[in-house]
């Protein structure tokens, strides 16, 4: 037997223990469920009282994972390890900052004196510091001046202070705090209340959750503006999405951001144009076709039979969406446009986005919906890598092939962070020759192969950053900020309503993108909300950094 068909009997092999291996998964979910099904439960877990049996219940709890993940064929795809570089160890930090001023010094004596000996002579003081908090309700009553005009029969009473609002029981401050504990420290509305109440603030849990929807709502052109400064002015835009949830509805929480900002959206789809809207700031859709429709017509396979109908209807001027809609019912018929109505009206709107000053380069996923937004996409090399990670051979001699690619696949995406640290035209046709090298690689192992294919095939989305060095490798930060949705969605399940997604929404893009500016995100939020307005805006903020 010679080489070839030894590779191809492993190959062979491989695929069949890939197959056992989800049918295995499969049959354990069915026993699962059908266990379930008869009130049954599973053995519990409960741990042991002494060190000892800490240990050996530990020991027992690994071999269990690792039995689970031969079993199942999962496995951990972090690639951090692969992706970690040394850094020098930092000094270790000081408590508190040297220069902060002493809000209160206790002096303590020593006690009986008189015991110690007569030549005792005081040489001054040990100094040690503590920080404390204090946190005090207080019931404030404001009195206005009344003054009555019988002249005018007129009565003048004196403005209410910055900090208190007509005809509410808590002052902006409080208001304030009260947003942050449940927004910036994902405390709960029932949390939240009993925080409050424990400190001797008479509220309900009703109360907190209007407080917070009604600032979100105040808010929500600031939160706008964020977003839409971003995308203009970053030289480039990161996006991923997570599930949300509306009323125990399945939606979808969109991130957007780069080096100035991040902004989140609750919205029902993740499609293509609905993407597009957020791109755009939610401007009413518009419709265009011309010769450029017709080829991403043709990108969105739609049938010629189709297209060839629309010639009459070319145009350079965009359309509402009722009148591009009216057009299309006149010149096709009823069931070819009721069959391609979605895809007409989405490429009919890319076309029209694209004839304008659309966005350069958008750092995503693989994911189709991101295709045609930008001049260009980047990939992210965590996610490919990631696949790699997801193959799982059974077979030694397959491992130690994706082992020995997976540090080939490493040690070049390292070669390009340290390109984008000094790039050069040499250096970048260099990489280009050695991203040809490297995923042209034929190990004999065809799982592996075909994923090495698959990503050669994406050579122009992972190589964005010779020609744009300023573009990230990854997806981490919008990735990193997804997890925000996710810990909420963990805390409180879901928002109750569209008021609520919006000021989840609001709140969750001030407090990061204040985190991006190096801005205090909780003197924000309490500067805006106390009407007080010490602190620059963000958006003319992000504006200031971007033309520094």
């Known amino acids: 037997m010679n080489k070839s068909e030894q590779a191809l009997l492993l190959s062979t092999v491989e695929l069949l223990l890939q197959i056992l291996s989800t049918h295995q998964q499969e049959i354990q979910l069915l026993k699962d469920e059908v266990n379930r099904l008869k009130g049954e439960q599973g053995k519990p877990n409960i741990p042991g009282n002494t060190e ?24 951990n795809h972090s690639s951090e390890e692969e992706r970690k570089e040394e850094k020098p160890r ?10 902060r001023k002493i809000d209160k010094e206790d002096i303590v004596a020593i006690e009986n004196k008189e015991e110690l000996p007569t030549d005792i002579v005081f040489k001054g003081y040990a100094t040690s510091h ?3 908090l204090e946190i005090v309700s207080k019931l404030i009553a404001v009195k206005r001046e009344i003054y009555y005009s019988a002249k005018e029969n007129k009565t003048y009473t004196a403005a209410l202070p910055q900090d208190y609002e007509q005809g509410c029981d808590y002052t902006r401050t409080l208001m304030g705090h009260l947003v942050m504990l449940r927004t910036c420290f994902g405390m709960s509305i029932e949390k939240t209340g009993d925080f409050l109440r424990m400190h001797g603030v008479d509220i309900c849990n009703g109360t907190v959750s209007n407080i917070v929807l009604g600032k979100g709502k105040e808010l929500e052109p600031e939160y706008k503006e964020i977003h839409r400064m971003g995308v203009e002015i970053g ?17 979808n929480s969109h991130v957007f951001g780069n080096e100035y900002y991040t902004a989140y959206f609750t ?5 293509r144009q609905t993407v597009l809207d957020l791109l755009r700031s939610e401007q009413p859709r518009a419709y265009l076709l011309n010769k450029e429709t017709l080829e991403i017509y043709h990108y969105l396979k739609i049938p010629k039979k189709v297209t060839q109908l629309l010639g009459g209807l070319l145009s350079q001027n965009s359309l509402s969406q009722s009148s591009f809609i009216n057009n299309l019912q006149h010149i096709l018929p009823e069931a070819d446009y009721l069959r391609q109505k979605d895809k007409l009206l989405e490429g009919a709107y890319l076309a029209h986005y694209q004839s304008g000053d659309w966005l350069t380069v958008l750092v995503c996923d693989d994911a189709p919906q991101y295709k045609l937004l930008a001049v260009l996409i980047a990939l992210c090399w965590i996610h490919i890598g990631r696949h790699f990670k997801k193959i799982n051979p059974k077979i030694k001699h397959h491992q130690e092939l994706l082992a020995d690619f997976l540090k080939d696949f490493w040690h070049f995406y390292h070669k390009l962070k340290a390109y984008k640290k000094t790039p050069s035209y040499e250096e970048a046709r260099k990489l280009d020759k050695d991203f040809d090298y490297l995923f042209s690689r034929k190990t004999g192992f065809d799982l592996l192969d075909q994923r090495i294919a698959k990503t050669k095939a994406k050579k122009q989305e992972l190589l964005v950053v010779l020609k744009h060095p300023y573009v990230p490798l990854h997806n981490n930060d919008a990735e990193l900020a997804a997890r925000k949705e996710v810990q909420y969605r963990d805390i409180s399940f879901q928002t109750r309503n569209q008021r609520g997604s919006l000021a989840k929404d609001v709140f969750f893009t001030i407090i990061q993108t204040c985190k991006k500016l190096g801005v205090n995100p909780y003197a924000y939020i309490l500067d805006k909300i106390t009407k007080k307005q010490q602190m620059t805006p963000l958006p003319l903020l992000m504006q200031k950094r971007a033309f520094a």
């Open 52 to 75: 000892k049996q800490k240990e050996t219940k530990d020991k027992e709890t690994k071999e269990q994972t690792d039995l689970k993940i031969e079993k199942e064929g999962t496995k």
């Open 235 to 251: 030289l480039f835009n990161q996006t991923d999405t997570t599930g949300a949830r509306v009323n125990g509805v399945n939606y």
């Open 130 to 132: 503590y920080q404390s």
């Open 267 to 271: 919205r029902r789809h993740k499609d």
């Open 90 to 99: 930092k000094k270790k930090q000081i408590k508190f900052d040297s220069s």
